[in-house]
């Protein structure tokens, strides 16, 4: 078995340094800190659209240094566009317990680190084996498709995740460990692809239970998303445009929205607009379908409103500074 095992994991790291994505911006200048940044936004998200995001992000907040003062809503505005904005919010809470716990030093053992939020068994796995370059194992999407399929596990049986992570950490070597962890991922995003693996090109193909067979795409039956209604009032004089901090724990959360109402209807807290117009869209979150109505009011000049709702007159140069939802940032870098 160990002649097995040392041979799978040879293989991987062998073809990660002849095939392996050494051009992703997160695998230049590694640092425990860098990782992290990049583990987080490629969780439930695709490379090509954390890439920009990454940079963009490490441009402003390069180090542990950088981001120690930094505050929620930086992060959430360079998030904006990202989704899960939880995420942003684990980026936050993390980096002051580091800060707070750890004398500013990123944690360097598997208890530390997944006592941060945000961080768990696989993520902090990919810190401690890419960062430290300690033998620990992962299994995020890519790797849970390679091995389970390498060794034929039935993911429908209920302890599957159990046997992945045995075999994940009977695999995992202890030599060459940034190669394979490195490695095992990119066989898995670039190869062992969900419906057309190219087992040919596969570096465990001559080992693996399953290569060459036709992969049955078992297609579930789509449920349909919720649906809700909301309606938005987004007032606004010359470049100035008034919004709302979502304070509510759910979808948006921390995030500045225009007035939300419960429907189109005359409001109080607003005066009569010099001009009004409406826009209706949808736009889709992964758990939930919104059918979006928004007012857009015009305005002399800002009004005082009366509310215990967070509120700011925001000047449209300063919108990039706090954190949005995307369709609401695109609905005010359209207005004219």
């Given at each position: 078995?160990?002649?097995?095992?040392?041979?799978?994991?040879?293989?991987?790291?062998?073809?990660?340094?002849?095939?392996?994505?050494?051009?992703?911006?997160?695998?230049?200048?590694?640092?425990?800190?860098?990782?992290?940044?990049?583990?987080?936004?490629?969780?439930?998200?695709?490379?090509?659209?954390?890439?920009?995001?990454y940079e963009r992000f490490m441009k402003k907040f390069p180090d542990l240094n950088a981001i120690s003062d930094a505050s929620e809503e930086e992060i959430?505005?360079?998030?904006?566009?990202?989704?899960?904005?939880?995420?942003?919010?684990?980026?936050?809470?993390?980096?002051?317990?580091?800060?707070?716990?750890?004398?500013?030093?990123?944690?360097?053992?598997?208890?530390?680190?997944?006592?941060?939020?945000?961080?768990?068994?696989?993520?902090?796995?990919?810190?401690?084996?890419?960062?430290?370059?300690?033998?620990?194992?992962?299994?995020?999407?890519?790797?849970?498709?390679?091995?389970?399929?390498?060794?034929?596990?039935?993911?429908?049986?209920?302890?599957?995740?159990?046997?992945?992570?045995?075999?994940?950490?009977?695999?995992?070597?202890?030599?060459?460990?940034?190669?394979?962890?490195?490695?095992?991922?990119?066989?898995?995003?670039?190869?062992?692809?969900?419906?057309?693996?190219?087992?040919?090109?596969?570096?465990?193909?001559?080992?693996?239970?399953?290569?060459?067979?036709?992969?049955?795409?078992?297609?579930?039956?789509?449920?349909?998303?919720?649906?809700?209604?909301?309606?938005?009032?987004?007032?606004?004089?010359?470049?100035?445009?008034?919004?709302?901090?979502?304070?509510?724990?759910?979808?948006?959360?921390?995030?500045?929205?225009?007035?939300?109402?419960?429907?189109?209807?005359?409001?109080?807290?607003?005066?009569?607009?010099?001009?009004?117009?409406?826009?209706?869209?949808?736009?889709?979150?992964?758990?939930?379908?919104?059918?979006?109505?928004?007012?857009?009011?015009?305005?002399?000049?800002?009004?005082?409103?009366?509310?215990?709702?967070?509120?700011?007159?925001?000047?449209?140069?300063?919108?990039?500074?706090?954190?949005?939802?995307?369709?609401?940032?695109?609905?005010?870098?359209?207005?004219?």
């Open positions: 078995m160990e002649a097995a095992t040392n041979i799978f994991s040879s293989s991987i790291y062998s073809w990660y340094e002849k095939h392996g994505r050494k051009d992703l911006p997160w695998r230049k200048n590694i640092t425990p800190y860098s990782v992290w940044i990049s583990e987080i936004m490629l969780q439930q998200t695709q490379v090509k659209t954390v890439i920009p995001f959430l505005a360079l998030w904006t566009g990202l989704g899960f904005y939880r995420r942003a919010k684990n980026i936050f809470a993390a980096k002051e317990i580091v800060k707070k716990n750890f004398d500013n030093n990123f944690p360097s053992t598997f208890d530390e680190l997944v006592s941060l939020p945000g961080i768990g068994k696989s993520t902090a796995g990919a810190i401690l084996s890419i960062a430290y370059k300690k033998s620990f194992p992962i299994l995020d999407a890519n790797v849970k498709r390679v091995i389970s399929r390498h060794d034929k596990v039935d993911l429908s049986e209920k302890k599957s995740d159990n046997k992945l992570w045995q075999l994940s950490d009977l695999y995992t070597p202890n030599k060459k460990i940034f190669e394979y962890t490195q490695g095992i991922m990119d066989v898995g995003a670039t190869v062992c692809s969900i419906k057309k693996p190219t087992c040919i090109e596969c570096p465990v193909s001559k080992t693996c239970k399953t290569a060459f067979e036709e992969i049955k795409v078992i297609r579930k039956s789509k449920k349909e998303k919720p649906q809700r209604e909301i309606f938005f009032k987004l007032a606004h004089s010359n470049n100035k445009f008034l919004l709302f901090k979502k304070n509510s724990k759910s979808f948006w959360e921390s995030l500045w929205v225009p007035y939300e109402d419960e429907g189109i209807k005359n409001d109080k807290i607003f005066k009569k607009p010099l001009k009004r117009n409406q826009q209706k869209f949808n736009h889709a979150l992964s758990h939930l379908d919104l059918m979006i109505t928004i007012e857009i009011f015009e305005y002399k000049k800002p009004f005082k409103i009366s509310t215990n709702r967070e509120h700011q007159w925001i000047c449209r140069d300063e919108i990039k500074n706090y954190g949005l939802p995307k369709p609401i940032k695109l609905i005010i870098d359209n207005h004219v």
